[in-house]
């Protein structure tokens, strides 16, 4: 039993590595002048393999565990349809190992998510061991942000939105045990994010640590004497904020305040264009979709929706919104679930919802590679005899 374990850790660490480079080669390879820009793309395609091929020998090996609920069915749908949007669109002679593996990118999707929901199934012990390992995938991203970070800043172009890979992260770190390695992750996370410029990254980080903190230490702690403490947090993240903008040159005030003058890096017209792309739309697309990166491929800024509502009902079709939808409605009743029961991880659970809501409707998430990510977390929410597990603090 004990050998039985000890693989069984080996097993998840090796995933946990495996999601590290997952998350460092889509960051760097997608990243505009990354210094890791020539790296060999057949890496990630390697990673994608590995991934889906060792959460699929655990789904199997643990199919018992697996329980079919709404949110498990949901994911399903929804990223075998995507898969198939990606299959109709690759030329005849992309060759079997494109027919392959791009479909595999969004069966990840499915397959993580089933693999931290077997992990929170068999044990806490288990739950522990992988939500505190994650810190190694948390540093070691961020660690390669950093260094593409710094290149980017000679070259100008620190405008850089692969800090949400590092955010994506945080959610599971945020299930140890251990006290310091949370508050260190969420430092390290607070920095990489602020860093990005990115207005949307920050509001999401400190909205959903807001939410976190009154969820609970008032809603589910009842510890009324803290609102004081509650306030006081709050106070220094902004303080926090302030120092680190100041430092960089007040970049992240300037674009917060720019936002009305710009539109939001001219969100307001990208989404007004793609709004008139799908109502000239006929019935057919619309039901079906256009297929994958339609969005950009179609519209005249030859941008994306920089919407996943917008997104998803352009380029899959009104039959897959409705699951997508249905998918934000699961997880706002098993919030309110959680934390009517008292379930000690409502708040992680709400911290996770705020940065899945806010990037959905100003950027991306359910259509980009770190998607992966906060399947997992969903995964770890997934399993309701965890509620007697006491060791979230």
Same mark, same amino acid.
């Given at each position: 039993?004990? +050998?039985?374990?000890?693989?069984?850790? @080996?097993?998840?660490?090796?995933?946990?590595?495996?999601?590290?480079?997952?998350?460092?080669?889509?960051?760097?390879?997608?990243? =505009?002048?990354?210094?890791?820009?020539?790296?060999?793309?057949?890496?990630? =395609?390697?990673?994608?393999? @590995?991934?889906?091929?060792?959460?699929?020998?655990? !789904?199997?090996?643990?199919?018992?565990?697996?329980?079919?609920?709404?949110?498990?069915?949901?994911?399903?749908?929804?990223?075998?349809?995507?898969?198939?949007?990606?299959?109709?669109?690759?030329?005849?002679?992309?060759?079997?190992? $494109?027919? %392959?593996?791009?479909? *595999?990118?969004?069966?990840?999707? !499915?397959? *993580?998510?089933?693999?931290?929901?077997?992990?929170?199934?068999?044990?806490?012990?288990?739950?522990?061991?992988?939500?505190?390992?994650?810190?190694?995938?948390?540093?070691?991203?961020?660690?390669?942000?950093?260094?593409?970070?710094?290149?980017?800043?000679?070259?100008?172009?620190?405008?850089?939105?692969?800090?949400?890979?590092?955010?994506?992260? %945080?959610?599971?770190?945020?299930?140890?045990?251990?006290?310091?390695?949370?508050?260190?992750?969420?430092?390290?996370?607070?920095?990489?994010?602020?860093?990005?410029?990115?207005?949307?990254?920050?509001?999401?980080?400190?909205?959903?640590?807001?939410?976190?903190?009154?969820?609970?230490?008032?809603?589910?702690?009842?510890?009324?004497? +803290? %609102?004081?403490?509650?306030?006081?947090?709050?106070?220094?993240?902004?303080?926090? %904020? @302030?120092?680190?903008?100041?430092?960089?040159?007040?970049?992240?005030?300037?674009?917060?305040?720019?936002?009305?003058?710009?539109?939001?890096?001219?969100?307001?017209?990208?989404? $007004?264009?793609?709004?008139?792309?799908? =109502?000239?739309?006929?019935?057919?697309?619309?039901?079906?979709?256009?297929?994958?990166?339609?969005?950009? =491929?179609?519209?005249?800024?030859?941008?994306?929706?920089?919407?996943?509502?917008?997104?998803?009902?352009?380029?899959?079709?009104?039959?897959?919104? !409705?699951?997508?939808?249905?998918?934000?409605?699961?997880?706002?009743? &098993?919030?309110?679930?959680?934390?009517?029961? &008292?379930?000690?991880? /409502?708040?992680?659970?709400?911290?996770?919802?705020?940065?899945?809501?806010?990037?959905?409707?100003?950027?991306?998430?359910?259509?980009?590679?770190? /998607?992966?990510?906060?399947?997992?977390?969903?995964?770890?929410?997934?399993?309701?005899?965890?509620?007697?597990?006491?060791?979230?603090?």
């Amino acid at each position: 039993m004990l +050998k039985k374990i000890i693989f069984e850790k @080996i097993y998840i660490l090796f995933t946990i590595i495996s999601i590290s480079g997952y998350s460092i080669i889509n960051m760097l390879a997608n990243e =505009k002048d990354s210094i890791y820009s020539t790296e060999d793309p057949l890496l990630l =395609k390697l990673l994608v393999g @590995i991934l889906f091929m060792m959460s699929l020998t655990y !789904i199997l090996y643990n199919q018992n565990l697996i329980s079919s609920n709404k949110i498990t069915r949901l994911l399903l749908f929804l990223s075998t349809y995507m898969a198939i949007w990606r299959i109709i669109g690759l030329p005849i002679t992309a060759g079997l190992f $494109a027919y %392959l593996y791009q479909p *595999m990118r969004d069966m990840l999707i !499915i397959n *993580m998510f089933l693999f931290t929901c077997i992990i929170s199934t068999k044990s806490e012990e288990l739950t522990k061991f992988f939500s505190t390992s994650m810190m190694l995938a948390l540093f070691i991203t961020s660690f390669f942000y950093y260094k593409n970070w710094t290149f980017a800043n000679e070259v100008d172009e620190a405008h850089l939105g692969t800090s949400y890979y590092v955010l994506f992260l %945080l959610p599971m770190v945020l299930f140890s045990a251990h006290r310091w390695i949370k508050l260190l992750a969420i430092v390290i996370t607070a920095v990489v994010v602020f860093s990005s410029f990115k207005r949307g990254g920050s509001i999401a980080l400190v909205g959903a640590t807001i939410v976190y903190l009154f969820v609970k230490e008032i809603l589910l702690e009842h510890k009324f004497t +803290k %609102l004081i403490w509650f306030i006081t947090i709050i106070f220094l993240l902004m303080l926090l %904020l @302030i120092y680190i903008d100041n430092a960089m040159g007040n970049i992240i005030s300037e674009r917060i305040m720019n936002i009305t003058e710009d539109g939001g890096s001219g969100r307001d017209e990208v989404w $007004a264009t793609t709004w008139k792309m799908i =109502k000239r739309s006929d019935f057919g697309h619309l039901i079906l979709g256009h297929g994958y990166d339609a969005v950009s =491929k179609n519209s005249l800024l030859e941008l994306s929706a920089h919407n996943d509502f917008l997104e998803v009902l352009y380029n899959y079709g009104i039959i897959s919104l !409705i699951p997508y939808l249905l998918i934000h409605i699961h997880l706002i009743k &098993q919030i309110c679930k959680s934390i009517k029961e &008292q379930d000690k991880r /409502a708040p992680i659970m709400s911290f996770t919802y705020v940065i899945f809501i806010v990037l959905s409707m100003i950027s991306h998430v359910i259509v980009y590679p770190w /998607a992966v990510l906060i399947a997992m977390t969903w995964g770890l929410f997934n399993n309701p005899k965890f509620n007697s597990i006491q060791h979230v603090k």
